[in-house]
C-alpha cells in the first residue's frame, strides 16, 4: 500500500507560479530522499529536483535553478516543489518519487518508488 500522489498541477500562464506537492501514504518519508521529474510528450524523462532526507542538501536542474524550490515536511510526510517564473518548456508531467537513502547526494540516485504524475501546462 506504499503510494505516492502528486497534486498542485494545471494550466498556468507564462511567468505565474504553482505549488507541487507530493504525499506519501502507507510508509514515513522520514528515511526518504525524494526527487521530482518530469517528462514533456517526445523527450526524455528529466530529473528536475531533490532533496535530502533531512532536506539539508537540494539539488536542481540548470534549467529550473532560480525558479524553483524543493523543500520538505516529514512532519506531514510531504514534499513540495514550488515553481516561479514559468516557462512554456516547463510543460510536462511532474512525478515526485522516493528512495530510502541517508546521504546527502540525492542527484546521483535511482529512485525506486514513484508517483503517478501531475500535468503542468504552462502557456498563454
Known amino acids: 500500500q506504499f503510494q505516492l500522489v502528486e497534486s498542485g498541477g494545471g494550466l498556468v500562464q507564462p511567468g505565474g507560479s504553482l505549488r507541487l506537492s507530493c504525499a506519501a501514504s502507507g510508509f514515513r518519508l522520514d528515511y526518504y530522499a525524494i526527487g521530482w521529474f518530469r517528462q514533456a510528450p517526445g523527450k526524455e524523462r528529466e530529473g528536475v529536483s531533490c532533496?535530502?532526507?533531512?532536506?539539508?542538501?537540494?539539488n536542481y536542474a540548470d534549467s529550473v535553478k532560480g525558479r524553483f524550490t524543493i523543500s520538505r515536511d516529514n512532519a506531514k510526510n510531504t514534499v513540495y516543489l514550488q515553481m516561479n517564473s514559468l516557462k512554456p518548456e516547463d510543460t510536462a508531467v511532474y512525478y515526485c518519487?522516493?528512495?530510502?537513502?541517508?546521504?546527502?547526494?540525492?542527484?546521483?540516485?535511482?529512485?525506486?518508488?514513484w508517483g503517478q504524475g501531475s500535468q503542468v501546462t504552462v502557456s498563454s
Open positions: 532533496i535530502s532526507r533531512s532536506g539539508g542538501y537540494t
Open positions: 518519487a522516493a528512495v530510502p537513502y541517508m546521504g546527502s547526494s540525492c542527484h546521483q540516485l535511482r529512485y525506486n518508488y
